[in-house]
């Protein structure tokens, strides 16, 4: 029997045993390097710790009487498609009336499908698989915002520490708050200097 929050290290060992946690030598496409590298939607692709993983993320949502008491009147919204089955998991956690989730436009923007009319999205939280920097949040807040609905909570299974732990005054939730090590370059890469393979991984 799991236990309904699981300890990060236990989340963290789910990730790995699943392939979304993933050790070696990585660089990103902005040109960064990394000796970690998180692909989550590859632990969502098993049913069963999907729901541990939505579970015990919701579990700290409903602690929040400003969002226990709205419920099931709330919205989750997914910043983009890695989130939603986040999204799905949390909201049949708590029970909540609506999903939502933004998509990146080809122009770059992110936006939710046409036909969502001001004053139909219930007070909503946000959730995503991975908050890297916290700007896929910002802006899908500011989406949620012109239709006129109010942001009461945002979480992820993962936080990187280097993003905000914070949003407009409430604490962002997550399972593992993880410390990632980011080179901006090969010079000062520990991986490269000891010759290490490279692996290029998209987000
Ligand atoms: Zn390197």
């Not at 699981?6 to 946690?21: C, E, H, I, N």
């Not at 939607?41 to 729901?51: I, S």
């Not at 983009?80 to 998991?89: C, E, K, L, N, R």
């Not at 010759?195 to 998209?202: L, N, P, Q, S």
């Amino acid at each position: 029997m799991v236990s309904l929050i699981p300890s990060p290290d236990t989340v963290l060992q789910m990730l790995k045993r699943t392939g979304a946690f993933r050790e070696g030598h990585f660089v990103y496409p902005n040109g960064k390097h990394s000796p970690h590298y998180f692909q989550m939607p590859l632990a969502f692709r098993y049913y069963d710790t999907a729901r541990v993983l939505a579970v015990a993320l919701s579990r700290k949502f409903r602690v929040e009487r400003d969002i226990s008491s709205q419920l099931p009147k709330i919205a989750v919204i997914s910043p983009s498609s890695g989130g939603i089955p986040v999204a799905f998991g949390v909201r049949d956690a708590l029970s909540a009336e609506q999903i939502y989730w933004a998509e990146k436009e080809a122009n770059g923007k992110r936006m939710f499908r046409q036909y969502v009319n001001q004053g139909e999205v219930n007070p909503c939280i946000i959730v995503d698989d991975i908050i890297r920097s916290g700007h896929a949040i910002e802006e899908t807040a500011a989406l949620v915002k012109e239709l006129g609905a109010n942001v009461i909570g945002c979480g992820a299974i993962v936080r990187f520490t280097s993003a905000p732990s914070e949003f407009e005054g409430g604490p962002i939730k997550s399972l593992v708050e993880f410390d990632a090590h980011m080179y901006d370059d090969g010079e000062s890469c520990g991986d490269c200097k000891k010759d290490a393979a490279i692996e290029h991984v998209r987000f």
